[in-house]
């Protein structure tokens, strides 16, 4: 186990910020923390890399105590903090070279990380540039660099791809893949669903300081649903085919809106052959989907759809 | 990491802040302008009438012969009416009484005194401390400096006043002495360099605002290490400034110097230390540019104006009380009472002073930085 967070509480006056929360991250894993604005995410992970003070709890890291061993554990820690943190008055190689500095490089094998850094961000043709002109997306992939210049064992990512283009977007889920090939361990915080679904091997979902769900997103998916819906594009619908479907075994409705049926079954019901073989004998079948409940419906479903401060 | 690599890079990072160097030359300079203006228009409006004073030679020297004969030259007696006492409490009631303005005595050993080589003091015994029988003082001082060895010790005027306002101006045997005209662009120049606070406010400031200090505090470095190379990043890089205001100050006295640098150049770094802390401090504690701004240049033209108004004999009220804060004042102390042969306790105990402050302001700056950075 790489992380173990037991008991964690973090008060702010009145406020109970994180309550009671506990967490394993087992090395290797991408272990996605979702929760709405306000659940007491960032305040944990604060926590964790030694930027805010709890009230109590304890927290183990690479196996050892956290208040005990704080500069050693460091050591191994990537931080990628959600906003922008390098200086701007310094070029992309010289801020690389200074936050490698803090973490105990020199002399070639700086210059051999910066580099690597560099490259692994698409970053190197930039490096002598002043980072004040970059784009928003090369901004990030620097924010990212910054933090992995030194070849942490746990990288912690606070909504790395806020506010960039798709492109910027892809390259560094894919360069996130990578560095779990290459053995880290990533805590990856994000409002985003789909690359929650697409990076975390592990999700943990909180609300007002608590942990509400933890598991796969195949198991978080199971707890939450108990339908399955197929919605077949026709050539020609009819109430008849409407009411045939009605009668195959697990649907419990089946409706037509203009040439598109929709069929909703219990799940695990296996009705999808039937469906087509009924559908296919009176009509042609344009297009099909299986939809499959996806994390947001999961996060909506325990969050509540009220709005959040 | 060592310390010495984030001072490194706290200094690149200060040279490439272009703006902000020109914010540190030319705002100073603008208030220098505006102060100047002000004061030339305040002396335009003065509406001249003959001072009565009185004189009391308990010497008979030389030099009270001399000053005799100056009192009665035309450019004199155009603006002052004087007459001679016989006793220096015949002068001192006449004082008390209002009947004169001011009354100039000569001590008894007063000759003596110079021919031996010590320092000694014309005296002016004045109800008011705003007078201009002690600019007439420096100016008979002045002329006499061209033919004989008396010398006015320069840094101020060494004006001690007692209750009723009797003022002493110290002469000193060497032939050394502190126009006015050169008070004022030192002053001028010590405030420019005390603007340097704003660069520490800034670097202080801009790390909290650009969340690069984040970088720091989840970094397996010490909070001490990273505070101290900050503190001292921004004091090597306000360090050219004050040597080229050591330069300055060598460029224009530095015949009198005779081998005193060393205690100038001791005065203007610890002066650099206590502006760096100074900034670094009311960065830490509003963590806002605009307020840190406002309360640095207030602190600065607060500071330079008792000084100033010190250095011309006119401090008074609130000013006067703020002089015991001012590093400016100490420092203009030291640089003057070392060049111009002033006296070596206030030299001693103004360098006390400012060692004091700046100890005392370098570790609130590490306390701060370590505690309310975040």
Redo the contacts between chains.
């Keep these: 186990m790489l992380v173990e967070v037991r008991n964690l509480v973090k008060r702010y006056k009145d406020v109970l910020a994180v309550d009671n929360v506990s967490l394993t991250i087992e090395e290797g894993e991408i272990f996605g923390l979702l929760g709405p604005n306000g659940a007491g995410k960032t305040t944990a992970i604060n926590a964790m890399?030694?930027?805010t003070r709890v009230d109590s709890g304890e927290i183990i890291i690479f196996g050892k105590n956290f208040k005990d061993c704080e500069?050693?554990i460091?050591?191994n820690?990537g931080?990628v903090?959600q906003?922008?943190?390098?200086?701007?008055?310094?070029t992309s190689y010289?801020n690389l070279c200074?936050?490698g500095?803090?973490?105990?490089l020199n002399g070639s094998l700086l210059k051999e990380r910066v580099q690597e850094a560099l490259e692994f961000t698409g970053l190197l043709d930039k490096k002598k540039q002043n980072p004040k002109k970059f784009s928003n997306g090369m901004k990030r992939r620097l924010n990212i660099a910054?933090a992995l210049v030194h070849h942490p064992k746990l990288i912690i990512m606070d909504e790395p791809t806020v506010g960039i283009d798709p492109q910027s977007r892809n390259h560094i889920l894919q360069s996130i893949k990578q560095l779990n090939k290459k053995g880290s361990t990533i805590i990856y915080i994000s409002h985003y669903m789909e690359e929650i679904e697409e990076l975390c091997t592990r999700i943990v979902i909180m609300d007002h300081g608590r942990v509400i769900v933890k598991g796969t997103k195949e198991e978080l998916k199971a707890q939450m649903t108990s339908d399955e819906r197929v919605v077949v594009e026709l050539s020609t619908a009819n109430y008849t085919l409407v009411d045939n479907i009605k009668k195959l075994s697990g649907v419990k409705d089946a409706y037509v809106n203009g040439n598109e049926l929709t069929v909703i079954s219990q799940k695990n019901s296996n009705n999808l052959n039937g469906i087509i073989d009924h559908v296919s004998e009176s009509s042609e079948i344009i297009s099909l989907n299986v939809e499959q409940p996806s994390l947001e419906t999961v996060f909506l479903t325990l969050t509540g759809r009220s709005l959040r401060d | 990491?060592n310390v010495l690599?984030i001072v490194y890079?706290t200094v690149?990072?200060n040279i490439?802040?272009w703006k902000l160097f020109l914010l540190l030359i030319g705002a100073p300079l603008v208030f220098y302008l505006i102060c100047a203006n002000v004061t030339t228009n305040v002396n335009q409006g003065i509406n001249f009438e003959k001072i009565k004073i009185a004189y009391f030679d308990a010497d008979g020297g030389l030099i009270a012969e001399q000053f005799d004969r100056f009192l009665r030259t035309k450019e004199i007696l155009t603006a002052f009416d004087i007459q001679k006492v016989d006793s220096l409490d015949d002068g001192n009631q006449m004082v008390k009484g209002g009947k004169i303005e001011a009354l100039i005595y000569f001590r008894k050993d007063f000759s003596k005194s110079l021919n031996q080589g010590k320092k000694t003091n014309i005296e002016i015994f004045s109800n008011k401390s705003v007078s201009a029988t002690r600019l007439m003082v420096e100016d008979f001082i002045n002329t006499v400096n061209a033919s004989s060895a008396i010398k006015k010790i320069a840094g101020d005027i060494n004006a001690k006043e007692i209750s009723s306002g009797i003022k002493q101006i110290a002469v000193s045997s060497t032939r050394k002495t502190l126009k006015d005209a050169d008070k004022y662009p030192f002053l001028g120049l010590m405030e420019m360099l005390a603007y340097g606070a704003l660069l520490g406010c800034f670097s202080v400031i801009n790390s909290i605002k650009?969340?690069?200090l984040?970088?720091?505090?989840?970094?397996?470095?010490?909070g001490f290490a990273y505070v101290s190379g900050q503190f001292l990043g921004n004091f090597s890089t306000l360090c050219p400034s004050s040597g080229l205001f050591i330069a300055y100050t060598y460029y224009v006295w530095g015949l009198l110097m005779q081998g005193n640098i060393l205690n100038i150049i001791l005065t203007f770094l610890l002066f650099t230390v206590i502006i760096t802390a100074l900034g670094m401090i009311v960065g830490y504690l509003t963590k806002k540019t605009g307020i840190s701004v406002l309360i640095i240049v207030c602190l600065n033209g607060l500071f330079t104006a008792a000084t100033l108004v010190w250095a011309t004999g006119t401090a008074r009220g609130f000013l006067k009380w703020i002089l015991f804060l001012s590093p400016h004042y100490y420092t203009y102390l030291i640089v003057t009472d070392t060049i111009f042969d002033g006296f070596t306790s206030r030299i001693q105990s103004s360098l006390i002073s400012m060692v004091m402050a700046a100890t005392v302001l370098t570790t609130l700056t590490i306390f701060l930085g370590r505690r309310k950075a975040?």
């Design positions: 890399i030694g930027l500069l050693e460091k050591r820690l931080v903090p906003d922008i943190a390098f200086f701007e008055d310094l010289e200074y936050f500095k803090l973490y105990g910054c | 990491m690599q890079y690149l990072r490439r802040n650009k969340n690069t984040i970088r720091f505090n989840i970094s397996p470095i010490n975040v």
